[in-house]
């Protein structure tokens, strides 16, 4: 019998990252690694159980690494975009998606993910 999948955690890091005015854009990339720092750590505090998470970058953030616990996504074009594209590529898998952009909580919503705003992962 096959384990389920876990909870596929999709992070709009630059929606994220703009939630909270931290001078993160004097450094967006830096910003980038300390959320991706931040969630390698401590994870999403309000799931239990395990996940995978993905933290799409954009921008200045393109090219921030990977982590062990969290798999980097620099978007080629625009972030939204990409998000809606690794949710569709998730298939029946459940997925989380951490924005508050309302368009991107319509359009991942219509793919069948889950929700939750920023402050899910910011201290």
Known sequence: MNEPSPLLV????????GSVPDGWWRDRRGAAER?????????VPAVAGPV?????????????????????????????????????????RPVLVITADRELRRRVGEL????????????
């Open 52 to 92: 995978d998470i993905v933290l799409v970058v954009e921008g200045a953030a393109r090219g921030v690494e990977s982590v062990p616990g969290v798999r980097v996504s620099s978007a080629p074009g625009s972030g939204d975009d990409h998000i809606v594209e690794v949710v569709a590529s998730a298939g029946e």
């Open 35 to 43: 959320l991706r720092d931040r969630l390698a750590s401590d994870g």
């Open 112 to 123: 069948g993910a889950e929700v939750a705003g920023p402050r899910s992962v910011r201290p």
């Open 10 to 17: 999709v992070v709009d890091a630059a929606n994220v990252i």
